[in-house]
Structures are given as C-alpha cells and as structure tokens.
C-alpha cells in the first residue's frame, strides 16, 4: 500500500513517474489516449457498417390507400417523415400527373418530384418529400398509392 498511514487508507500519494510509465511520456502517449484511438476506429468502423446495414435494408412501405380524386380531380397524403418512392396505381382514363410537393392550383409541366402515370397503368417513381399530390383524373376517379422509406427499383407498366 502508499498510504501515509499504513493500513487506515485516509491520504493516497503517488509514487514519483518512473521512466516507462504513462505520466513520464507525457500527453498522447498514455494508455488513456491509446484507448481512445481504438474507441474513435471503433466509432468509424460501426458508422461504416451502419451506411452499409441501411444500403442492404429494404424499401419500407409507410403508406398504402385508394384515393377518390375530388371535384378538382386532385388527390393528396401527408407525412411525418419523408419518402422517397411511390408506386402509383391508376384507374383513370387519363395521364395522371403526381408531384412531391403540396396540392397547388394546377399541376405542373416538369420539373424534379413531377411525374407522369398513363391512363390505366402503374409506374413506380423514385420522388422524394413529405406531401405527394396526384393532379388530372376526373371526380370519383380511384388512384392506388404505396408510399416507401427508400428508394424503389422503378418497374411496372401499362
């Protein structure tokens, strides 16, 4: 024992560094730093395995309804998280146009998150937001929507 007092174990002192030890090589030599090398590869290698794990995991579907396209011929589905996919189902006699975005006046032209379904068919759509809305149909008109986490190998048809 180092106790000043023998055997009561009131007042710890520490032996003076001797030459091989931690507190003689001074700071990033220790054991403390060699420990957190290892736990900062470790941390590194987990994330490596974490982006690898999502990669191999596949598309959840979050959401899947029949929608009545209203009056307006329009249709729309919120979320809490974002998606990344849809895989439209349509009834319609027409071209349908379904967008990543909140309902708005019309639908729009082109642009990135718009999309096109051909009347009777279904296409998947690898379009990513929190609101999808489906623009064109007429009222009554059913539409088919499964919404995914992920991004989905797009395939389908007429």
């Given amino acids: 024992m180092n106790d000043q007092q023998h055997g009561t174990g009131t007042r710890r002192h520490r032996w003076p560094a001797g030459p091989g030890s931690d507190r003689a090589r001074g700071p990033g030599h220790g054991r403390d730093d060699r420990m957190m090398t290892v736990v900062e590869g470790f941390g590194h290698a987990v994330g490596d395995m974490t982006r690898l794990l999502a990669r191999l995991e596949p598309a959840l579907c979050l959401d899947t309804r029949t929608v009545q396209l ?7 589905a919120s979320f809490h998280v974002p998606f990344a996919a849809v895989h439209v189902t349509s009834q319609s006699a027409v071209a349908l146009t379904i967008t990543a975005s909140p309902p708005g006046a019309g639908a729009p032209a082109n642009g990135a998150g718009v ?18 809305t489906i623009y064109g149909g007429a009222a009554g008109e059913q539409v088919t929507v499964q919404t995914f986490t992920r991004n989905v190998n797009p395939g389908g048809g007429r």
Wanted: cysteine-free.
């Fill in 70 to 76: 209203d009056a307006s011929g329009q249709a729309t």
């Fill in 115 to 132: 999309a096109v379904v051909h009347a009777a068919g279904q296409e998947t759509f690898n379009i990513s937001g929190y609101t999808w």
